[in-house]
């Protein structure tokens, strides 16, 4: 008797065991929402030109998707005789603090007229704060015959009048930017600062370049679409900011990449520490 007691009890549990509902995925591609690096966010998708570039957006799955290991992969496709760039938006809003990008690709060897953009955003603050736009970008920029292609950037600097104090582009880092690397920055009301590793990791060791911009700067203006901002040194966040990742075109080039080739890089991680 006791022993058909403890065999009932094994069966049981193991029903209970079969039940039991597995863990949520934290990382894949669902409709138009990513789950990556513990976030939940927004593919962009157009079927008419828009910014940047401007540019079509593909929110197919073949062109933004996130790998078993859970890495994003973004991908610049043609479909159907039309160039498609890929960008991905945080659900969630964020402000002052820390951003931690690590990225995988052939940053050297990209062709001339294609950019990554790992940056914040505020679609309601351009009159404030100028969109609230802090950049780390990766591009040639047009320029065939460019390497370092690492820029730094604290918006606005180009809208209307190029202002050269409100970027950054470090000298000799080719050597690094192709495979993993790992780009921070750390937002604050006064101070914003830019750091670059080669590798996964924060080892000074491997520090690529780092730079730093604060309030000693003059105030500039960002003018776009025939509006103008206020004043601006360090933009501040709005109740709306959030995270963009994007991989576009440039605007002189209508044709595609210029090597004709489809384009994709690797976003490895992310990770936004507030203050």
Request: charged share 20%; aromatic share 14%; proline share 6%.
């Amino acid at each position: 008797m006791k022993q058909r007691i403890l065999i009932c009890a094994y069966v049981i549990g193991l029903l209970a065991m079969s039940c039991e509902q597995s863990d949520p995925p934290n990382h894949g591609r669902f409709g138009d929402t990513v789950l990556f690096s513990g976030y939940e966010w927004d593919v962009k998708t157009s079927i008419s030109p828009v910014g940047p570039g401007p540019n079509y957006f593909s929110d197919d799955e073949d062109d933004i998707f996130v790998d078993a290991s859970g890495y994003l992969h973004m991908l610049i496709s043609e479909r159907n005789g039309i160039w498609y760039s890929t960008e991905i938006v945080s659900k969630d809003t964020m402000g002052y603090g820390t951003y931690k990008f690590t990225i995988q690709g052939d940053f050297v060897n990209m062709p001339e007229n294609i950019v990554v953009g790992l940056f914040t955003w505020d679609d309601n603050t351009f009159y404030e704060q100028a969109n609230s736009e802090i950049d780390v970008e990766l591009s040639k920029w047009g320029d065939v015959d460019k390497e370092n292609t690492l820029q730094y950037g604290i918006q606005p600097i180009a809208f209307s009048t190029f202002h050269p104090e409100r970027v950054f582009n470090p000298l000799s880092t080719e050597s690094y930017l192709i495979g993993v690397s790992t780009h921070i920055f750390h937002w604050t009301e006064s101070l914003v600062t830019f750091k670059s590793y080669s590798g996964e990791t924060e080892d000074e060791n491997m520090l690529i370049s780092d730079w730093e911009f604060d309030l000693d700067n003059p105030a500039r203006v960002k003018e776009e679409g025939g509006q103008s901002s206020l004043p601006i040194v360090i933009p501040a966040p709005g109740n709306t900011t959030n995270t963009r990742i994007n991989y576009w075109i440039l605007p002189w080039i209508d044709a595609g990449p210029t090597d004709g080739l489809q384009q994709e890089f690797i976003v490895r991680t992310f990770t936004f520490i507030p203050d």
